[in-house]
T-cell receptor, first 116, second 115 residues
Framework: AQTVTQSQPEMSVQEAETVTLSCTYD???????LFWYKQPPSRQMILVIR??????QNATENRFSVNFQKAAKSFSLKISDSQLGDTAMYFC?????????????FGTGTRLQVFP | GAGVSQTPSNKVTEKGKYVELRCDPI?????LYWYRQSLGQGPEFLIY????????DSGLPNDRFFAVRPEGSVSTLKIQRTERGDSAVYLC?????????????FGQGTRLTVV
């Protein structure tokens, strides 16, 4: 079975500081995508960052970066210079390739609170 | 439209009733997805459309759930004989072509409450 585990139900960080959210996944596939999504109270899922498993270089998007460890099946998200608007639920997600589907498998999420 | 639109935003229904949830994807997007998000959980895949056809419906939990996309644009998720366990937020997403190298854009969901 393919699963995604987020072991931190809640995290908090002070504004301008750095925080890291953890994610591990289980799969026998060698080719896949990994994602981090943000879900504010509006419920709309917003893509934060995407990583292709065959790329060794860690993805970065402005203040967001990942630490992708393929052998360890770990995919953590680092948020630098945290802002109040980063307060939200964050979901890690996995998509295997090679099947006729685009379904995402999500973890249970981490609630991030940014304090002033 | 500018984004994925889902209607209604909230729906309360009685156990045993039939409900329809609507999703208007971004214009021109061929791929459309439905997910269900129960309280305190991550979204769970239900069905994926490519054009008018369901490319993957493996996530539909049982035969009370059905989804259509007759013209390759708007999609309707239909739930028969609703049960209290169907209470959740139902999320819809669309992407230009499908495939994980194109971004999927989500709507704000429909919160379904079965009483």
């Amino acid at each position: 079975a393919q699963t995604v585990t987020q072991s931190q139900p809640e995290m908090s960080v002070q504004e301008a500081e750095t925080v890291t959210l953890s994610c591990t996944y289980d799969t026998s596939e060698s080719n896949y995508y990994l994602f981090w999504y943000k879900q504010p109270p509006s419920r709309q899922m917003i893509l934060v960052i995407r990583q292709e498993a065959y790329k060794q270089q860690n993805a970065t998007e402005n203040r967001f970066s990942v630490n992708f460890q393929k052998a360890a099946k770990s995919f953590s998200l680092k948020i630098s210079d945290s802002q109040l608007g980063d307060t939200a639920m964050y979901f890690c997600a996995f998509c295997p390739l090679g099947y006729n589907t685009d379904k995402l498998i999500f973890g249970t999420g981490t609630r991030l609170q940014v304090f002033p | 439209g500018a984004g994925v639109s889902q209607t209604p935003s909230n729906k309360v229904t009685e156990k045993g009733k039939y409900v329809e949830l609507r999703c208007d994807p971004i214009s021109g997007h061929t791929a459309l997805y439905w997910y269900r998000q129960s309280l305190g959980q991550g979204p769970e895949f239900l069905i994926y459309f490519q054009g008018t056809g369901a490319a993957d419906d493996s996530g539909l939990p049982n035969d009370r759930f059905f989804a259509v996309r007759p013209e390759g644009s708007v999609s309707t998720l239909k739930i028969q004989r609703t049960e209290r366990g169907d209470s959740a937020v139902y999320l819809c997403a669309s992407s230009l072509l499908g495939g994980m190298n194109t971004e999927a854009f989500f709507g704000q969901g429909t919160r379904l409450t079965v009483v």
